[in-house]
């Protein structure tokens, strides 16, 4: 029997609260746009990576008459998307645990299968994709948006910033991920066994720019850069000592308090329409 397919790499964010707080701002809205216009009512969809829930919650709102399940590796943020979802009077909705590897589904159990920002932690993409796509009813979606850190751009100019980007991509690979994966996620559809013509390809941004926002995003980076499972993994995977981090955390704080300052989020999007074509 085949060794059912573990995930190997290392959650590069972890669920620090100065990343929750990242992660509950992120509404279908915000982060699943491009997917809104196909959803249907009496859709049955999985949220695959759903952490505290905000994503999955507004999900189920729009398919009142379907069910959505939200999957999570770590148990531990899951009783607050659970919380979350009771706060909001919602029965079409269930949590669980468990690695997307190896997804506790028959084949063709859901007409959309979606991840956010999930599939540049991974150390295999591609085989995710396609246990997402083994899930997915024929003539369903699978969905995915990855951000892509090369691609993030901010004012005003911030050498500290600079080493920062170098450090999390080096950190990310090190812990087995891909941060990068904005450019990459349209190619691992078509790895993992969507062709071409089943494939649309979509991109989006988040800015950053009043005062509240500049705060909020300078603010969680700069404790998150010290506090969360990135600076452990940045010391622990990438030598990356104290002093650099804490340099890190304070050219954040600098950046934040620039009366101009700026910041775009890219990311790469990809709607696969299973056994079918756009």
Known sequence: ME??????ATYTHGHHPSVLRSHTWRTAANSAAYLLPHLRPDMHILDIGCGPGTITV????LVPQGHITGLELSPSVLEQARSLASSQSLTNITFLSAD???????????DLVLCHQVLQHVRDPVHILREMRRVTKEGGLVAARESD??????????????????????????NGGEPNAGR?????????????????????NWCYSTTEEVDW????WAERTVASEFGR??????GVDAAELEGIARAWR?????????FSVPSGEVLCVKGGRW
């Open 3 to 8: 060794q059912e397919k573990k995930e190997s």
């Open 58 to 61: 507004d999900l189920a709102r």
């Open 100 to 110: 997307a590897n190896a997804l506790p589904f028959e084949e063709g159990t859901f």
């Open 149 to 174: 850190y090369a691609g993030f751009v901010w004012y005003p100019p911030t050498p500290g910033l600079d080493v920062w980007r170098e450090t999390y991509l080096k950190v990310c690979r090190a």
């Open 184 to 204: 990459m996620v349209h190619a691992w559809a078509k790895q993992a066994g969507f062709a071409r013509e089943e494939i649309k390809c979509s991109s989006s």
């Open 217 to 220: 995003w300078s603010g969680l």
């Open 233 to 238: 993994t940045a010391r622990e995977n990438a």
């Open 254 to 262: 600098e950046w934040g308090a620039e009366e101009d300052a700026w």
